[in-house]
């Protein structure tokens, strides 16, 4: 079993997509492991995207991130990380493929409705940005 960690973003929450979300999430056979709605500072968006620090949109995406409640969610399935990235779509909505989640809620390539963990390594490290491994096992039989 691989993790993943999804966040529903601020655009998404401010559209009233988060059950619309999670049910596609859920309908591709994701276990939901964890899940809050929550928001988070300029510094800590800064921290989770600081991979991203030197690229010309960073300052954008961080003051977008901290825009408004945001839902993570920790999320389990054989080949989570590469079955979640096809659920999404590409990150500009204008290239993502019919079906996909970015393609049907996502407003811009920076306003793009939800985020997605690109390795297992990431995945990790990004699901504990967010939660504790206790808030986790709960739900995890
Ligand atoms: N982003 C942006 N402009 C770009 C590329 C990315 O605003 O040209 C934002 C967008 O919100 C994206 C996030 O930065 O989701 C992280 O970029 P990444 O390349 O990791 O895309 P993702 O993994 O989210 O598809
Ligand atoms: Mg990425």
Redesign the pocket.
Known sequence: MERTLAIIKPDAVRNNNIGNIIAMIQAAGFKVLGCKLTRISKEQAGEF?AV?KERP?YG??VNFMSSGPIVPIALEKENAIADYRTLIGA?DPAEAAEGTIRKNYATS??E?AV??S?SVENGRNEIAFFFAESELIANSK
């Open positions: 995207y991203h949109f954008e995406l990150t390539k920076g793009n985020h997605g690109d």
